[in-house]
């Protein structure tokens, strides 16, 4: 799977949105972009995904740029419990190869 | 239940002692993964298995590490002649259809924290 940058970390203030920006400027036409994110002490979630165009759901927002070489993953409205190391993945469309996660971001909600 | 479960959630072993780690997958799904995850780091693939067959082994770091599915429900990650580089949490996931599908969701468990003294 291609490979994403991210930054190490990010610090968001309470009830305030988040853009949590990832760089996959390798992706390739048919991968999908993933976010899953790590509570403390948890397993990771599985948060949102999309291939082209953005995407919606309860927990977040999924924008995907134009050239597919970026995209950001947009936490309205940012709680305390949304603490945590959020990660980007890409996935091949049928490469049949598991999720590989990177360092991720380690955001912090301040209250 | 709903979700994933693993078990024990803390094991302490002594160096060269042998430890098993179970993992209860959410019901009907066809896919299970094992992870490995240090301290500070993302996790790391293991293993994989589609039902019962193991597909994939590929990350498993030694012929220490052995993990099997053999009714492909539950799956078993035994660790033999344990060291201390092998402390970690290792992380259970399944989901609902195969790896060949890239929109795969995973779902995971909350993980069994290993360490070896």
């Known amino acids: 799977d291609a490979k994403t940058t991210q930054p190490n970390s990010m610090e968001s203030n309470e009830e305030e949105p988040v853009h949590l920006p990832c760089n996959h400027s390798t992706i390739s036409g048919t991968d999908y972009i993933h976010w899953y994110r790590q509570l403390p002490s948890q397993g990771p979630e599985y948060v949102i995904h999309?291939?082209?165009s953005n995407v919606n759901n309860r927990m977040a927002s999924l924008a995907i740029a134009e050239d597919r070489k970026s995209s950001t993953l947009i936490l309205h409205r940012a709680t305390l419990r949304d603490a945590a190391v959020y990660y980007c993945i890409l996935r091949a469309y049928s490469g049949n190869t598991p999720l590989v996660f990177g360092k991720g971001t380690r955001l912090s909600v301040i209250a | 239940g709903a979700g994933v479960s693993q078990s024990p959630r803390y094991k302490v072993a002594k160096r060269g002692q042998d430890v098993a780690l179970r993992c209860d997958p959410i019901s009907g799904h066809v896919s299970l993964f094992w992870y490995q995850q240090a301290l500070g780091q993302g996790p790391e693939f293991l293993t994989y298995f589609q039902n019962e067959a193991q597909l994939d082994k590929s990350g498993l770091p030694s012929d220490r590490f052995f993990a099997e599915r053999p009714e492909g429900s539950v799956s078993t990650l035994k660790i033999q002649r344990t060291q201390q580089e092998d402390s970690a949490v290792y992380l259970c996931a399944s989901s609902l259809v195969g790896l060949s599908d890239g929109a795969n969701v995973l779902t995971f468990g909350a993980g069994s924290r290993l360490t070896v003294l």
């Open positions: 999309g291939l082209t």
